[in-house]
T-cell receptor, first 113, second 112 residues
Framework: NAGVMQNPRHLVRRRGQEARLRCSPMKGHSHVYWYRQLPEEGLKFMVYLQKENIIDESGMPKERFSAEFPKEGPSILRIQQVVRGDSAAYFC???????????FGPGTRLLVL | AQSVTQPDIHITVSEGASLELRCNYSYGATPYLFWYVQSPGQGLQLLLKYFSGDTLVQGIKGFEAEFKRSQSSFNLRKPSVHWSDAAEYFCAVGVYGNKLVFGAGTILRVKS
């Protein structure tokens, strides 16, 4: 049973470009969570999605960030017009239901030049 | 607001020595509590979790944690540390069943 998959593992973008991060949850999991880990900090919740629905986006910056989890395909975290402060590790987790254990992917390390 | 405090940023222990990593949480309802471990450049691996029941929880790799409601604590312990345990350890509380609130992490160094 494959774990949570994220790609790319490393992403380099110049300021002003778009970053698109993908997450495929574990088989049988329909709940996806995105977290951001800034250098020297713990993980911060960004958004919680179920298929085709955003359930909780209380941790998402108000501008430039968006997330989706379509009926088919992976969950996507999109960052438009990236700035240097967006450089971080972005982790995706999945669970089979709310209040169940979240299993994490390997993360995408985003570097903005 | 919900929060998790890991008071020790770095801990160094000798191989074979016992280990205790501290975690205190602030959350009004019954907490779901977790310990995860992260090796450099890697994702997070679940060590153990507490949802309800027995307050002493056993996890993988010989780790255990004890939930103490009166102290709002969920400290992680291991009786004998191995060099491969060197990593960063995160305590987290599940909030409203959806998101995890993490502590800042404790970096464990193991000296031989």
């Amino acid at each position: 049973n494959a774990g949570v998959m994220q790609n790319p593992r490393h992403l380099v973008r110049r300021r002003g470009q778009e970053a698109r991060l993908r997450c495929s949850p574990m088989k049988g999991h329909s709940h996806v969570y995105w977290y951001r880990q800034l250098p020297e900090e713990g993980l911060k919740f960004m958004v919680y999605l179920q298929k085709e629905n955003i359930i909780d986006e209380s941790g998402m910056p108000k501008e430039r960030f968006s997330a989706e989890f379509p009926k088919e395909g992976p969950s996507i975290l999109r960052i438009q017009q990236v700035v240097r402060g967006d450089s971080a590790a972005y982790f995706c987790a999945s669970s089979p239901a709310p209040q169940e254990t979240q299993y994490f992917g390997p993360g995408t390390r985003l570097l903005v030049l | 607001a919900q929060s998790v405090t890991q008071p020790d940023i770095h801990i160094t222990v000798s191989e074979g020595a016992s280990l205790e990593l501290r975690c205190n949480y602030s959350y009004g309802a019954t907490p779901y509590l977790f310990w995860y471990v992260q090796s450099p450049g890697q994702g997070l691996q679940l060590l153990l979790k507490y949802f309800s029941g027995d307050t002493l929880v056993q996890g993988i790799k010989g780790f255990e944690a004890e939930f103490k409601r009166s102290q709002s604590s969920f400290n992680l312990r291991k009786p004998s540390v191995h060099w491969s345990d060197a990593a960063e350890y995160f305590c987290a509380v599940g909030v409203y069943g959806n998101k995890l609130v993490f502590g800042a992490g404790t970096i464990l160094r193991v000296k031989s």
